[in-house]
């Protein structure tokens, strides 16, 4: 039976379109079951009513479309009670309807199963037989089986379908799930992964002329490239580091890296295999130098081999042409696509896997990108080149749509951009309440491409920076000097403001290219702290440089990541320790002047065991952040990324809730300092609750600071306790969601949670 059902599952991935993938199912169904009769009918939720779109058996002519209103008939009733209908004479049933027009009487036997996708009932496939019989308990659980397989199937065919504009002049919508608010217009983009050296199997070539030529196409396209990034970037970024195209140019030279990579193609490797081969070597010699200016150029070497192949594996042999507004597509967008699509281009993203509270979903909300995830009901290449309008607020996303509709978003977008500069234009001003109630706002940093101090504002320092993003971006661990010269930089953008710099958080959904886990449950596995502490060498080294770069400057603060257990603390206190005592004696020789000081140390609070060893902790910690995104994931215990459970992730649910009421005050108690580093801080209703609660430091990703610090500037505490008042009493998360609208509607602050003013 399994392989039965297997090959039709497969035979309807496959059809081009949802007639033909319809017709297959009845037909290969019946053919199973040995029934006389299969059909598929498919509710349409807008005419309440069902249709017959396939029958093996009945006679269905082409022109007829053959109905039957929601209620109606033996269909409705498994729909309605979604649940399996097995009925030996179905003619003796008092909701049985007969529909002559298809020679329905001469059945008896019915069996119907309901067709479910995502708790929606999308149609039935009902098995009919001439003799009055009940099916058997296989064929019924052998139907039950086929539905569900198939949910998924025609919930993607008849995306499909509507796509291609065959049901419908143009997509009613397709609905995700919100990753980012704001509105974009735009035509899809489809990202694909870059190249990566490691990923090249070495092949040899009989005909070295031809991927000589192969290659040196492949040269000139990148140094058109570089050519054209140079010149788009030349305006934002410094002067020095402007060389580094230079220096990309002269190593394309033939005298070069180019006369390398031909010399191997000559001993008979491929085009692709020569570059990987040239690269690799010039990159070990320069990691070998003394120098370290020259060693720091290994890694745009390894750039450099990336782009050339790139191109060699473009078969188009060209670069991609982004439209100028850009709806960037992915089956799973990541952090180099983000940053590779042009910002003045891209308007928009949509993500097929993934969710909400992903990392790449944080990354386009620190970019101001409306974003939408998790968009399962449709395969990437149907979106392609489409029109599109993404809400990301909503999760709906409309392809092709009509000029009205098209419109109506223009003026909402319009609105949007009004909005923002509303409470841009009062960036300087202080975050506090009508009241007099100061909160700190700070920025969350290390995720967004993006840097512009200027444009920020008042704020009081970086709140959360995310060390692991450049570790994730290179090939292997960054050295000490590597992470210096990173983390001095981050330091001194704040001048003396504070900087809270976390130890490396990687697993997760966060894995480094170059040093692989293979777990089942990779958020439940060896993740933040717990990695780094089984690996003292990399701990040690990213402390160092951190306390390095923070030598004159004296703003660093340290902050330990997944923190379950005290042992954890003291173990991590003992190697920052450790740190300190061997930079601090290390410079005693080199810089007799130079002071390092003992940053501040502080706990993560996203892991719900802790929220019961508050006080321990605080006995050797100086401060806490509240990581409500993996708080969230964690109490709930659900997959911030898995977007079948993403609907049960939320901020709002009334456990959360409680526990972040019961955080603040217990710290209050203890007398330690709490922040809030989660997306919760950022969102505006959620920065709504969290300073009603007591919080009183909210870091955030640089985008929502403007509209965080507008809103907290229109409330009042007694807005607040009555509305914390209600919010604590719900329970379900959509209450808090409703309550929390309305009060900001009533604010006049609603174009803050909705697209439009
Ligand atoms: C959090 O978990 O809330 C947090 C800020 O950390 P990250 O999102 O990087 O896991
Ligand atoms: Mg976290």
């Known amino acids: 039976m399994l392989t039965v059902l297997q090959r039709i599952v497969e035979a309807v991935n496959q059809a081009p379109d949802l007639d033909s993938a319809l017709g297959l199912i009845v037909q290969k169904a019946r053919a199973a079951l040995g029934s006389d009769v299969c059909s598929v009918y498919l509710a349409d939720h807008d005419a309440q009513q069902f249709i017959l779109m396939a029958t093996e058996g009945l006679n269905l002519d082409e022109n007829d479309r ?41 059945y008896r036997a019915m069996l119907v199963a309901p067709i479910i996708h995502q708790r929606k009932v999308l149609g039935v496939l009902a098995a009919q037989q001439r003799k009055a019989r009940a099916f058997s308990a296989e064929e019924e659980a052998f139907v039950v089986t086929l539905a569900a397989q198939l949910a998924t199937v025609i919930a993607h065919a008849e995306a499909r379908g509507l796509v291609s504009g065959h049901y419908s002049p143009w997509l009613r919508n397709l609905t995700g799930l919100p990753g980012a608010p704001g509105v974009a217009i735009g035509e899809a983009f489809i990202g694909k992964p870059a190249a990566t050296l490691g990923s090249v199997v070495p092949r040899r070539t009989e005909f070295p002329w031809r991927e000589i030529h192969k290659f040196r196409k492949a040269v000139l396209q990148t140094r058109m490239e570089l050519r054209t990034l140079a010149e788009q970037v030349a305006e934002y970024v410094a002067e020095d580091t402007l060389a580094i195209f230079d220096v990309y140019q002269s190593l394309l030279d033939a005298s070069s890296l180019g006369d390398a990579v031909e010399s191997k193609i000559k001993d008979g490797w491929m085009a692709q295999t020569a570059v990987k081969m040239a690269v690799e070597d010039f990159v070990s010699k320069f990691e070998d130098l003394d120098d370290s200016y020259l060693r720091e150029r290994a890694v745009d070497v390894r750039d450099l081999g990336q782009r050339i192949l790139s191109f060699l594996q473009d078969k188009n042999g060209s670069k991609p042409n982004f439209p100028d507004a850009c709806i960037l597509i992915a089956e799973e967008v990541t952090a180099s696509m983000l940053a590779g699509v042009p910002r003045n281009k891209l308007q928009g993203l949509v993500s097929l896997q993934g969710s909400a509270n992903s990392h790449a979903a944080i990354m386009a909300r620190s970019m101001g990108i409306p974003a939408v995830f998790g968009v399962s009901q449709v395969p990437l290449g149907y979106l392609a080149d489409q029109h599109l309008i993404v809400d990301g607020y909503s999760g709906e996303i409309f392809v092709n749509p009509p000029q009205q509709l098209m419109q109506e978003y223009e003026i909402l977008r319009k609105e949007e951009f009004e909005l923002a500069e509303m409470v841009a234009d009062h960036r300087e001003d202080e975050a506090c309440t009508l009241d007099g109630i100061a909160v700190s706002l700070q920025i969350n940093a290390g995720m967004n491409v993006e840097h512009d ?4 504002g008042h704020y009081e320092g970086i709140g959360l920076y995310r060390t692991e993003i450049p570790f994730m971006m290179r090939e292997r661990f960054p050295t000490e000097k590597e992470q210096y010269d990173l983390y001095r930089p981050v330091l001194e953008s704040t001048g003396s403001l504070p900087v809270v710099m976390r130890t490396l958080d990687v697993g997760g959904d966060k894995p480094l290219p170059y040093f692989p886990i293979h777990e089942e449950n990779p958020f439940l596995g060896w993740r933040g702290i717990r990695m780094t502490l089984d690996h003292p060498e990399i701990f040690l080294v990213q402390v160092r440089a951190m306390l390095r770069a923070n030598i004159g400057l004296d703003n660093l603060q340290i902050l330990l990541p997944m923190i379950t257990t005290l042992d954890e603390v003291d173990e991590s206190i003992r190697l920052i320790n450790q740190a300190y005592f061997e930079v601090r004696n290390e410079l005693l020789h ?8 003992r940053p501040k140390i502080g706990v993560m609070i996203e892991v719900p065991a802790l929220l019961y060893q508050l006080e321990a902790v605080a006995k ?9 995104n993996d708080l969230t994931q964690y109490l709930l215990a659900v997959d911030r990324n898995n977007s079948r459970v993403a609907g049960l992730y939320d901020s709002f649910h009334p456990a959360l809730l409680h526990a972040l009421q019961f955080i603040v005050d217990r710290c209050r108690e203890l007398n330690k300092p709490v922040s809030i580093c989660g997306e919760m801080a950022g969102d505006p209703g959620g920065a709504l609750i969290l300073v009603a609660m007591g919080y009183r430091s909210l870091s955030m990703s640089t985008h929502n600071l403007d509209k965080t610090r507008w809103i907290l500037r229109h409330l009042d505490s007694e807005i607040m306790q009555t509305l914390l008042g209600k919010v604590m009493q719900c329970t379900h998360p959509d209450q808090v969601r409703r309550i929390v609208r309305l009060k900001l509607e009533a604010l006049g602050l609603g174009g803050f949670v909705r697209a439009g003013k």
């Open 620 to 628: 050797k910690v100086d401060f806490f952040s509240v990581g409500t």
């Open 453 to 456: 101090q200027q444009r920020l």
């Open 590 to 597: 080199s810089q007799p002047g130079a002071v390092v000081n």
């Open 66 to 106: 053959v109905t039957l209103a929601f209620g109606e008939g033996l269909i409705s009733l498994a729909a309605q009670r979604e649940e399996p209908l097995n009925i030996a004479n179905a003619t003796e049933h008092p909701n049985f309807k007969l529909v002559e027009s298809v020679g329905e009487e001469a």
